[in-house]
């Protein structure tokens, strides 16, 4: 019995002790058990101080801060250098003459020499390769690559033209000086002192332009009467004529037709012939008397379909060339070329000046290599092609001209005949008898 109640008053001394313990650790002030109420039974204890615990402070993580994705570089802004544009011509031609010095791109003074017969030059400026330029000729602004109008020149005067190659902001300046020879005193446009016997190979354009102005008919140009009164006695050939029987060659008069004509089994009877208005219409009459023997100037033209020169003329120059061996066996006649006169519109236009102008040039055309001075050639297409082009003599002379405006489309038809109207072989025949005057005394050595 006694053993339990030690027991029970250590189980009790124990639980006061943790109540005391407890209370310390719920009140630091108080670190002293109460004593107990029997001291006598209760054995003493010495109060054991329990240790104060701190407890422990839980670190307080800061995250990491994330880095801010920096901001993409701008991509800088990058101005293109500006694309060079060059001034620079890389060709220069001029419709007649030379350059002087030959063209070169850094070259932009030139000086040309033409002949008095030019009265007129076209320029063609090529830009360099990708290069965006306006081009002015003269003034007038040209396509690269594309022949300018004509350039006026005056006889015996030095002009300088003036090519402008532009960007907008800068230019370059190519000068060409051109000069035209002045008239000469060897141009002689009296008429032969004595009546000279003609003939003319023609068709229907032909026989227009020798009507009398008081004849009834198609556009006539008065031609045989102003032949009459420079004393040219006129015959002609036409469809239907022969000169051996029955080869009817008066029916073929296209360019492809003259190696034909021109040979010693045809041309004495050509030289012979002396019939007058052949085709039978009373066309013309002759106001002189024929001069005795035969036919001393033959005058030969194509009609109007010619005018149309197709692709290419070198087949043209060809037959032309092939002339020449005749007439130079036969100077003892004189031959005048008519160039095939202009139709309403010719689609070959470009090309048939080129070759009229070749047939025209003395210096570097057709006859550049005769030798003799019984040839002659009278540009009937030019003076057609536009009121204000002509071939003719004018004060002292000769004048090659189409105008700046030639286009192709002659202002001289009516209805849209292609025949030249009367306006046009009234035109025609004031420009030609001063040039035929000048291919006879020339010829004759006058």
Not at 117 to 138: E, K, L, N, Q, R
Not at 340 to 355: G, R
Not at 437 to 442: A, F, G, I, L
Request: some cysteine; aromatic content about 10%; charged content about 10%.
């Amino acid at each position: 019995m006694r053993k339990l109640l030690i027991l029970i008053t250590i189980l009790l001394s124990l639980a006061v002790f943790f109540l005391s313990a407890c209370s310390t650790v719920n009140n630091p002030s108080s670190t002293t058990a109460p004593v107990a109420e029997n001291p006598a039974s209760a054995p003493t204890t010495t109060p054991v101080t329990a240790p104060v615990t701190t407890p422990e402070t839980t670190p307080v993580t800061t995250p990491e801060t994330t880095a801010p994705t920096p901001a993409p570089e701008p991509t800088p802004v990058v101005t293109p250098e500006p694309v060079a544009v060059s001034l620079d011509l890389s060709a220069l031609s001029i419709s007649e003459g030379t350059l002087s010095p030959s063209f070169s791109s850094g070259t932009t003074d030139y000086t040309v020499a033409v002949a008095n017969s030019v009265a007129s030059v076209a320029f063609t400026p090529t830009a360099s390769a990708g290069s965006s330029v306006t081009i002015t000729v003269d003034g007038n602004t040209v396509a690269s690559g594309v022949a300018s109008g004509g350039v006026s020149l005056t006889a015996g005067v030095a002009k300088a033209v003036s090519i402008i190659v532009s960007d907008g902001s800068n230019t370059k300046t190519y000068t060409i000086t051109v000069t035209r020879a002045a008239a000469s005193s060897s141009v002689n446009t009296t008429k032969p002192s004595s009546t000279v016997n003609l003939v003319f190979i023609h068709h229907s354009s032909g026989r227009n332009w020798l009507r009398t102005s008081s004849a009834t008919g198609d556009f006539p140009g008065a031609l045989a009467q102003a032949l009459n009164n420079n004393n040219y006695y006129v015959t002609d050939t036409d469809y239907g004529w022969d000169a051996q029987a029955g080869d009817n060659l008066g029916d073929g008069t296209d360019t492809v037709n003259w190696p034909s004509w021109f040979v010693d089994a045809k041309m004495p009877y050509v030289y012979a012939n002396t019939s007058v208005a052949y085709y039978g219409d009373s066309s013309y009459s002759n106001s002189i008397a024929r001069a005795s023997g035969d036919n001393e100037v033959v005058i030969f033209k194509s009609c109007y379909p010619n005018s149309e020169v197709g692709g290419s003329i070198a087949d043209e120059q060809a037959i032309y060339n092939g002339l020449l061996t005749y007439f130079a066996a036969h100077t003892d006649k004189l031959f005048i070329l008519i160039i095939p006169p202009a139709p309403v519109s010719t689609s070959s236009y470009v090309l048939t000046k080129q070759l009229n102008d070749w047939l025209v040039d003395t210096s570097s055309g057709w006859l550049s290599g005769y030798a003799h001075n019984n040839v002659g050639v009278y540009d009937y297409y030019c003076t057609l092609s536009e009121t204000d082009s002509h071939h003719t003599v004018e004060a002292g002379s000769v004048v090659h001209s189409y105008s700046a405006s030639y286009g192709g489309n002659s202002p001289y038809h009516t209805g849209g005949d292609s025949h030249p109207s009367t306006a046009g072989n009234t035109k025609a025949t004031t420009e030609f008898l001063p040039l035929l005057n000048y291919y006879y005394n020339t010829w004759k050595g006058n």
